[in-house]
DNA sequence: AATGAATGAGCATTCATTCAT
DNA sequence: GATGAATGAATGCTCATTCAT
């Protein structure tokens, strides 16, 4: 039996990649570079990904993949809407605030590099819990009657932006607390009926 | 006369790298097409732009004072808080869906590329009337009293994805007006003191 | 038995060297392609065929001693030197034409690969009794006094040209026939004392 | 005005080319060692040629024209087929033996290359003077009436045959000039009708 | 002996920038 | 100033070969 393709190597590119890519952004990072960082040849690196693109999208997918595993797991603790969507925003501003190499990598290959659909798709399918706690919300009118999917981006984004803001101002525990009350406090009475 | 000609082809160079960034992403995008494209030779766009680097700076700072003009025109048309928001968020909105293009690359150079400081400082400026209508009304109890850096940043990123969000509904009149609407009274239900 | 497996290795390698190579030329065919062909691990090829070089002159020797044996087996029915050689002409044209894949491997490898030494004398043994005969018949006033090894080169030529005339007109029967007895007579006159 | 493309850079690229490909093959030549042969940067190579293969398409296409000029120059002084084929026989052989780098280069692309359509055409464009002058002997009965795509064929093939024959021999002119004879002898009593 | 992961030199091509004209 | 040819470092990826298992 030959050298079989290791787990832990291929987890090593992708923690390679992630930090380069967090450095430098993955626009203006070679592939020789992540080899480097791993610790692998060159040439290593195309055995675990067929091409650099493959590894974007997988670092991407695998960076989604932690963010739902985390946002899911204790989701169904809660009954009410307001403390699904609670714990959903706590542990994802948290996250991203304790994980602000992820979460930059993540964000930016999100917005600047073409995903491919199949991935994308992928990459939305955990969510799904929550949006549909958000309908049936709507249904019973305790949040309005605006479309879903805005809801999602609303929610997307503004925990987005709030990350980056605590993380601009150093992410003190007390600022992470501070704004992750803020930040949901502003986006469930902006949604709520009244 | 000669001066008039140098500064058409500054603005030609500008406008056609915008036209090229929108279309395939600036990090993919040679020098050489934004010249050929621009109508000139190769090296002269480096006689009005050092680097790539400072063509990019300039487009976003270039956008961003567009944007700026058009924002802050009326805004004193208005005397309430409400009414001056309202003004900047229905024309930013409405800017960005009928300027894709330009849409687009200011939104990708601003969350993919590391611009000068000096710019991101200059690209602020313009909205720093906005900065000071909103310190004002949390000053008289009208929005709640939260950090105003927040809640900028916070009404820059919603204004983002409500025009992406029109941007792929097809960008009809109809919704425009529609997510103008909503968009606002999210933010602003969010906000406001009660 | 084991001796058996072997060999069949080394054969297995061999046919899918000539399948590939006459698919996708020889200098486009990665040795991971001959392995997956023959069914076998990308190293095993290695302790069959020390390298690259080896396999291919290895395949050309292969295919040469397989046109040597069909050639020289018959050869001896014949007692004119125009019988031999009429019989040598129509077998090889044939064969070329029927095995139009081994045809192109040795044409290939032949016009465009640099040769060991040693292998370029390995391939031309066989075919010594034809000069041989063409030596008697020129004692004889036979055929006309031109160096035989002009004459071998010649009929060699003329063979290739000729099967590569029949393919590209299809191969048919009646192609080759016809074929057949027009090269070997341009050749015969050509060459016949008178 | 900016430097102009010289034609001097262009012809250099190509000798360079055909140096070394004719010392190495081109399946084995990187464009680097051309560049280097050429006395140019790397980069340059690609303002002459898009890619390697136009190169290599190139470098056919100019030896061919060079074969072409000089066969087709005086053989209208000739009035007979004996005397114009005798006359481009000689003349190919001559400029084979004299100029065995050329002449090695074209025999390798055109047997193992697979060049574009169009060059292949163009390619065989300045020799269709040849064949006319053959129908026409058939159609006067002159040489029998055999296909003039086969005749065609067996010309070439056994013109470069001969000429590799002499190159072998060490191109002395005695060697030339009889192998010229012998060779063309055989070719002219193959086919002629008697 | 067989396997196939690992290696890293090698390659065609691109592109920001320079500079002779 | 304008031009565009020249430059050469940089890049993603391939592949013959090795060697740990």
Same mark, same amino acid.
């Given at each position: 039996m030959a050298r079989q393709k290791v787990q832990d190597k291929e987890k090593a590119i992708l923690d390679a990649a992630i930090t380069v890519f967090a450095e430098r952004g993955f626009w203006d990072t070679p592939t020789s570079l992540i080899s480097k960082t791993a610790g /692998?040849? +060159? &040439?290593t690196l195309f055995t675990y990904f067929k091409t650099k693109d493959d590894l974007i999208n997988e670092v991407y997918l695998e960076i989604k993949r932690e963010i739902a595993d985390l946002l899911m797991? &204790? /989701?169904? +603790? @809660?009954?009410t809407t307001h403390g699904k969507m609670r714990h959903v925003w706590n542990y994802y501003i948290a996250w991203g605030v304790r994980n602000p190499i992820k979460f930059n990598v993540i964000t930016q290959i999100g917005t600047s590099y073409p995903l491919s659909d199949e991935v994308k798709v992928q990459a939305m399918e955990p969510f799904a819990e929550i949006e549909r706690t958000a309908k049936a919300s709507i249904a019973q009118g305790? /949040?309005? +009657? @605006?479309p879903v999917e805005y809801l999602a981006a609303l929610m997307d984004s503004q925990s987005v932006l709030t990350v980056r803001f605590i993380s601009a101002l150093g992410s003190s525990d007390a600022d992470l607390a501070k704004y992750q009350q803020i930040g949901f406090d502003i986006l469930w009475n902006g949604v709520v009926a009244r």
């Open positions: /692998i040849a +060159d &040439g797991k &204790g /989701i169904n +603790d @809660y009954t305790e /949040i309005q +009657d @605006y």
